[in-house]
Each structure stands twice: as structure tokens, then as C-alpha cells.
Nanobody, 122 residues
Framework: VQLHASGGGLVQAGGSRRLSCAAS????????MGWFRQAPGKEREFVAA????????YSADSVKGRFTISRDNAKNTVYLQMNSLKPEDTAVYYC????????????????WGKGTLVTVSS
């Protein structure tokens, strides 16, 4: 399976951005999907995850109330809507797919995309 994340770019603080992750080679409808990010000089961290049906979502405390994960299984795509962006949200954002999810962890994620850079200017 290949995951292609897109939608990154430069955005001002307080602005919004929607990231997309399109999967190919496998249907995502039976898998958990997650978003992770890695800021410069920091380790990669969990951002959000969503169950196969979309009925259950998990979010890191740092993004709760601002970021929303969603999915469209018919389009084999998962999204991350990011609102009220802050400079500390600047990072490379990665999408991942797995058979399970451990909120806050990379455990369970088996396939990773290459990432898309989001830069939030103050």
C-alpha cells in the first residue's frame, strides 16, 4: 500500500489548512488511519487517529478542539482539518495505516506516507 499526503504549505497563525492522504494499492476501509507530525529537532508525535468506520476518533491534547480527522472510504482518503493554527504546529505531517491503533503511539501503524510540510508563520 502507498500513502500520499498532500495539502501542506505556508499558513499564517490563526489560519486553517486541510491535509489529505490518499491510499493506493489497498482499500483503507478495514484499517485504522492516523496522522503524526515531526517538528524540526523533535521526535515524531501522534496527532490523531480514526477507526475504520470513522465512528471513533482520537486526538492529541495539543490539537483537541482545533484539528479534526475524518475519512472517506469511497475515495480511499483520510483528511486532517486544521484550524486555529499556531506556530508550534509547524511540522512535517505524516499519515499512516494500521490494523489497530494505540492513541498517543505509533504502535499498530504499519504503513507510512512520506509526509507533507506545514509551516505556520507568526
Amino acid at each position: 500500500v502507498q500513502l500520499h499526503a498532500s495539502g501542506g504549505g505556508l499558513v499564517q497563525a490563526g489560519g486553517s489548512r486541510r491535509l489529505s492522504c490518499a491510499a493506493s494499492g489497498r482499500t483503507i476501509s478495514s484499517y485504522y488511519m492516523g496522522w503524526f507530525r515531526q517538528a524540526p529537532g523533535k521526535e515524531r508525535e501522534f496527532v490523531a487517529a480514526i477507526s475504520w468506520s470513522g465512528g471513533i476518533t482520537y486526538s492529541a491534547d495539543s490539537v483537541k478542539g482545533r484539528f479534526t480527522i475524518s475519512r472517506d472510504n469511497a475515495k480511499n482518503t483520510v483528511y486532517l482539518q486544521m484550524n486555529s493554527l499556531k506556530p508550534e504546529d509547524t511540522a512535517v505531517y505524516y499519515c499512516a495505516l494500521g490494523s489497530t491503533v494505540v492513541p498517543g503511539s505509533e504502535s499498530g501503524m504499519s504503513y507510512w506516507g512520506k509526509g507533507t510540510l506545514v509551516t505556520v508563520s507568526s
